[in-house]
């Protein structure tokens, strides 16, 4: 947290700003059913009419609630958004709820042992139908506003792959979201894919260059502090995502705090000179959120993750005209 901190400290600006901003971006990280933090976040933003959601990048998790939210709010506006968030994560706690111990459990074991390709031969995935069952995707094809920035890693090269707008399938959302270790590759056009959050988590450079909006608002919801040493074999893999998933924020973010003095001198925008990097942290809510598993979709934990989300963007909102803007510059 170190780079992190010392980049949204930096630049502290004083003077009057407009709040809360009339646009933003967001930029949504993964970190499986800690999103529903991220939904309690998004569907408190959704009822600030006075905020224009202007663009999104999103990956793995981030991306999925990046789906689920503009197909809805494609289809029904801000209350289709909030109706379309709440119906997918009332389903997925559902789903697991109704999946009975005596399968889930010795598929972790398997899981261990076994490639996805051995164990689910048939590339079973429930993410796959509640997608399609939730998202319409040929709408988001043809949404103009808001861009949405989709992160996935190629297999091959190891290397970032962006699905926007017009390239958006299940299979990118899925490709975002792929596990390697429990699902099969996503292949698209050939190329295979694993998740996007072990290259950006989320894309926060080529969000900023593209959207229009001088505010950004990251949604971090995967861990970076744990209170215990792991020394289980499952809190010692777990911890191990945590570190790799959470690094590729950190560098996204000296990169924005070494490039943005040299991009807002040529900007005529004054986008790059008027910068604000926010961030509303899962972990600041939940302070035991390392320790929880982000696979526990029981609803009681997903009810909290959403209502600690709330409050962080409600808190966010209710910045006063005193409170300092994280990052730079101008």
């Not at 992190?4 to 059913?33: E, T, V």
């Not at 499952?234 to 990169?255: G, H, M, V, Y």
């Amino acid at each position: 947290m170190d780079i992190i901190k010392a980049a949204l400290d930096l630049g502290r600006r004083s003077g009057g700003r407009a709040w809360p901003p009339s646009r933003l971006a967001l930029a949504l990280q993964g970190g499986g059913s800690f999103g529903a933090f991220t939904w309690g976040a998004l569907e408190r933003l959704l009822e600030e009419e006075s905020i224009t959601l202007d663009a999104f990048s999103g990956a793995s998790a981030g991306a999925v609630n990046t789906a689920v939210l503009v197909s809805g709010l494609a289809e029904g506006g801000r209350e289709g958004a909030r109706q379309n968030l709440e119906k997918f994560w009332t389903r997925a706690s559902q789903t697991a709820t109704f999946l009975p111990k005596a399968v889930t459990v010795p598929l972790g074991f398997l899981a261990r042992a076994l490639s996805p390709y051995q164990f689910n031969p048939f590339d079973l995935n429930p993410l796959r139908v509640a997608l399609e069952d939730h998202v319409d995707f040929e709408r988001l094809r043809h949404v103009s506003s808001p861009r949405l920035l989709i992160a996935a890693t190629r297999v091959s090269t190891s290397s970032l792959r962006i699905f926007r707008n017009d390239e958006l399938t299940v299979d990118a959302v899925l490709a975002s979201a792929c596990l390697p270790l429990l699902h099969q590759s996503i292949e698209i056009d050939g190329e295979l894919y694993w998740d996007g959050g072990y290259i950006a988590n989320p894309p926060l450079t080529p969000l900023v260059m593209e959207t229009e909006a001088s505010d950004v608002l990251i949604i971090q919801i995967s861990p970076t502090k744990s209170q215990k040493a792991p020394r289980a074999r499952a809190d010692i893999e777990r911890r191990i995502d945590q570190i790799n998933f959470a690094s590729t924020l950190d560098r996204e973010i000296e990169a924005i705090r070494l490039l943005a003095p040299l991009c807002a001198g040529g900007d005529a925008s004054g986008k790059w000179a008027r910068l604000r990097l926010d961030r509303l942290s899962a972990e600041d809510a939940i302070e035991t959120l390392a320790e929880h598993s982000p696979g526990n979709l029981q609803w009681s934990f997903v009810s909290q993750l959403r209502e600690a989300g709330r409050a962080a963007a409600s808190d966010w909102i209710a910045q006063t005209g005193d409170f300092s803007p994280h990052f730079f510059t101008g």
